[in-house]
T-cell receptor, first 115, second 110 residues
Framework: DTAVSQTPKYLVTQMGNDKSIKCEQN?????MYWYKQDSKKFLKIMFSYNNKELIINETVPNRFSPKSPDKAHLNLHINSLELGDSAVYFC??????????????FGPGTRLTVL | SQQGEEDPQALSIQEGENATMNCSYK?????LQWYRQNSGRGLVHLILIRSNEREKHSGRLRVTLDTSKKSSSLLITASRAADTASYFCATVKGAQKLVFGQGTRLTINP
């Protein structure tokens, strides 16, 4: 059974389009995250949600809007896509409360290519 | 700013040899974690070491932490081809987030 799943796995789109990436976890965790990994493999946190509440927003452009309909889902919507948004986006989750004092469980990633 | 920095950036060894990767960071931490990323996959947690711990073992993995030098090392003993992957250290301080380094690409040659 997949613990943290993301869809789609690959996303190729034109500049200026709006796209969404979905994430679901079946671990019962309260905290979920979005990370961006660039072409140099540098992995940086974008957002963190705890029980549907935003707790971390790492100076991400307003074009990126996370949405958490329930604690098992954290979707990422991106408006007006730019070339620089091309990257691999990872969703992750961790147990309640002290999110990053515990290990995080990562999804398989979504490779976004903006043409 | 980026917290962890791994060294070396790339490491290639023969199967059966030991692999050592190092991580340095800049500020005080609550804990430090090591993750593995196979090509095209997500990260997998390997081991967590708290700031008041100096050494931790898990199977063929051994992690050390020197808070005075702000550094950690990951040792993989008796390496196998399946250990080929990128290895990342991530530090935790205060806020609920991991700050990752850029990773070490480890290649195990058969």
């Amino acid at each position: 059974d997949t613990a943290v799943s993301q869809t789609p796995k690959y996303l190729v789109t034109q500049m200026g389009n709006d796209k969404s990436i979905k994430c679901e976890q079946n671990l019962g965790h309260d905290t979920m995250y979005w990370y961006k990994q660039d072409s140099k493999k540098f992995l940086k946190i974008m957002f963190s949600y705890n029980n549907k509440e935003l707790i971390i927003n790492e100076t991400v452009p307003n074009r990126f809007s996370p949405k958490s309909p329930d604690k098992a889902h954290l979707n990422l919507h991106i408006n007006s896509l730019e070339l620089g948004d091309s990257a691999v986006y990872f969703c992750a989750s961790s147990p309640q409360g002290q999110g990053s004092y515990n290990e995080q469980f990562f999804g398989p990633g979504t490779r976004l290519t903006v043409l | 700013s980026q917290q962890g920095e791994e060294d070396p950036q790339a490491l290639s060894i023969q199967e059966g040899e030991n692999a050592t990767m190092n991580c340095s960071y800049k500020t005080s931490i609550n804990n430090l974690q090591w993750y593995r990323q196979n090509s095209g996959r997500g990260l997998v947690h390997l081991i967590l070491i708290r700031s008041n711990e100096r050494e931790k073992h898990s199977g063929r993995l051994r992690v050390t932490l020197d808070t005075s030098k702000k550094s950690s090392s990951l040792l993989i003993t008796a390496s196998r081809a399946a250990d080929t992957a990128s290895y990342f250290c991530a530090t935790v301080k205060g806020a609920q987030k991991l700050v990752f380094g850029q990773g070490t690409r480890l290649t195990i040659n058969p």
